[in-house]
């Protein structure tokens, strides 16, 4: 029988407040993407201001609960180390593995001593703590540099060490800070440092060998169990992500470490549903990086900011004018990476949401007087991000490590055809010359590469065969495309339909439309790789002029390689901007097309 007492907590009302609340500030979060994508900063400045504009010196929210905001982070960061597994390919960190866990190891005790030494010659700080700050800000956060440099390419050594520092550097830094706080807490229980040392390595030894295990069986069992729903397969994948870093937890070893190691073996492996997977995956991070940075700025009292400025900026600099290129060059120096990409790692090791939760770390144990260091490490995160991040692009340039002419790893998005106006198509792959005025360098599909319309199952296709044609296979293309593309080269199963150029690039089933932009004040004119959904590019790389977008997707590039330009001629398309367009780069020749985007499917 059910009581009639009513039990304390939620009731109904209060519940719809929540959500009303709750799905506001997730709408207005969504939003300040876009805004913080044109001021190139990374989001979590705007994430963390929605929270300071609810907590209690704002609208009046309270939440005042240091240990409620570690559980929640923690939860958190578990969720976006998973996210960070499932969406990292191997082959893309594979060379920068090393490099990394140096930067991860060595680079983070390099990074701490420096700190605590600076923080206690300087303001003449306790030892203990000067070092459990310097442990605290040793984090850094990827998924802040590349929100800023989305649209300055990379070189893959370059990128894929940054987002392997960033998946491997938590877990030490986790063990770390823990250590400290429990040794400034109860200093009688306190253990040697060799001690201490030989426990960490342990842990982390252990977690990665319980996540690497757990990735691969619960791989093969989801192989097994694979479920025709893709939503219900993506649920089970994450789950054993997490399931991996409770398993080390309990263990007494590195749960971040063992999550992370789980879900770079589970997206890595063959499984079905991967895109749904992968969409999945990266919507539970944005929810857990939304709310944590939210949290953290409900958990903030911005009164308190003032006092600790000064010592914030002291830190800050010496973070990263000294200890952050010392530990560079002590770590990588080894594994002969050039001064360029040693300057620009020096610079792009940007703090975010860690430093802010492992802050809370100290509080929670109960170590006395560590009020304050939240503040500080709150505010150097803040400062020092407004002042690396818009400068990431020039520092990128300046130094001259980009690749202009490399195309971004990004895979069309499942849609209906109707929405880009397209046709399913049958392509015959000949040996072939171009299409008539194409001034392409390099093509697309050759014998016995991967078929578009089989690119999620990633395997070779099995195409039907033509008499004098190459393989058959699917793509999807709109008609003013193809009217606007000249007379086709001709098949007998297709005869209506459109080759792609034969030339020496594969094409693994991945591609993206480029679009064409030219510069109102310097001329510069170039193009670049853009999701459908993203935003016009407003400020030129060269003069930061204003930059013009010439029309629609005016070709295709290939992420195994190559690249199709629709150089047909059309009313809007400027010749002046063709001649510029050509000589600018490798990948940007030819004038605008008026066509609208022919995309892989």
């Known amino acids: 029988m059910i009581s009639s007492g009513q039990t304390p907590g939620f009731d109904l009302s209060e519940l719809s407040l929540a959500l009303l609340a709750g799905s506001l500030v997730l709408v207005v979060a969504v939003a300040a993407v876009r805004l913080a994508n044109r001021a190139g900063l990374p989001t979590l400045l705007l994430y ?48 920068s593995v090393a490099p990394a866990l140096a930067l991860s190891t060595v680079g983070v005790l390099v990074s701490v001593a420096v700190v605590a030494v600076a923080l206690h010659e300087i303001l003449h700080t306790d030892w203990q703590i000067s070092l459990l700050i310097g442990a605290i800000l040793a984090s850094t956060d990827a998924a802040a540099v590349f929100s800023v440099l989305r649209v300055v390419p990379l070189p893959r050594r370059l990128s894929g060490m940054l ?58 069992l989801m192989r097994q169990l694979a479920s025709g729903t893709s939503g219900l397969f993506s649920l089970g994948v994450v789950g054993i992500g997490v399931l991996a870093y409770a398993a080390a937890s309990t263990a007494h070893t590195s749960g971040f470490i063992a999550c992370y190691l789980a879900a770079l073996v589970l997206g890595n492996m063959h499984l079905p549903h991967r895109q749904s997977v992968t969409g999945f995956a990266q919507a539970l991070g944005w929810l857990s990086q ?57 610079w792009a090791g940007l703090r975010g949401a860690v430093p802010v939760v492992l802050a809370t770390v100290p509080i929670t144990n109960n170590v006395p007087g560590v009020e304050w260091v939240f503040d500080l490490v709150f505010m150097l995160v ?42 399913m198509l049958d392509v015959a792959v000949h040996e072939a010359p171009a299409w008539p005025g194409s001034r392409s360098t390099s093509c697309a599909c050759r014998r016995g590469s991967t078929s578009p319309s089989s690119s999620a199952a990633r395997r070779p296709s099995s195409p039907t065969r033509t008499p004098g044609c190459g393989p058959v296979t699917g793509c999807s293309s709109s008609p003013p495309a193809r009217s606007a593309s000249g007379p086709s080269t001709g098949c007998a199963r297709s005869p209506a339909t459109d080759a792609w150029p034969a030339g020496t690039a594969t094409y693994d089933g991945r591609a993206m439309p480029t679009y064409a932009y030219a510069c109102a004040d310097c001329g510069h004119a170039f193009d670049i790789v853009q999701s459908f959904s993203d935003d ?36 809007s398309a400027s010749s002046d901007s063709a001649t510029s367009s050509s000589s600018s780069s490798d990948s940007s020749t030819g004038s605008t097309a008026s066509t609208t985007s022919s995309t892989a499917s």
């Open 290 to 346: 939304i709310g944590l940075f939210v949290m953290l700025g409900l958990l903030a009292r911005p009164s308190g900011f003032v006092d600790e400025v000064p010592r914030a900026i002291l830190a800050g600099l010496v973070l990263l004018l000294v200890a952050r290129p010392l530990s560079v060059i002590v770590s990588l120096t080894p594994f002969g990476v050039p001064w360029r990409e040693q300057a620009f790692l020096s």
């Open 48 to 95: 963390l201001a929605i929270g300071l504009a609810l907590g209690q010196e704002g609208l009046g929210i309270p939440f005042d609960s240091d240990q409620a905001a570690q559980v929640l982070g923690y939860c958190a960061l578990v969720l976006i180390l998973v996210e960070g597994g499932l969406t990292t390919s191997w082959s893309s960190i594979r060379a």
């Open 163 to 220: 987002e392997a520092e960033s998946g491997f550097n938590d877990a030490p830094v986790v063990l770390l800070v823990t250590a400290l706080s429990l040794q400034l807490a109860d200093p009688a229980e306190a253990e040697p440092w060799w001690q201490i040392g030989l426990l960490a390595i342990a842990e982390l030894t252990g977690g990665a060998l319980i996540g690497l295990a757990i990735g691969w069986l619960g791989g093969k």
């Open 536 to 571: 016009a590019l407003t400020t030129c790389p060269q003069c930061q002029g204003r930059l013009r977008k010439q029309f629609n997707a005016v070709g295709v590039v290939f992420k195994g390689g190559g690249f199709y330009r629709n150089d047909s001629r059309s009313t």
């Open 382 to 423: 803040v400062i020092f991000t407004l002042v690396q991040a818009p400068l990431m692009p020039r520092v990128a340039r300046a130094l001259r490590v980009t690749e202009p002419g490399r195309a971004a790893d990004v895979v069309v998005e499942a849609m209906p055809l109707e929405e880009l106006g397209a046709e």
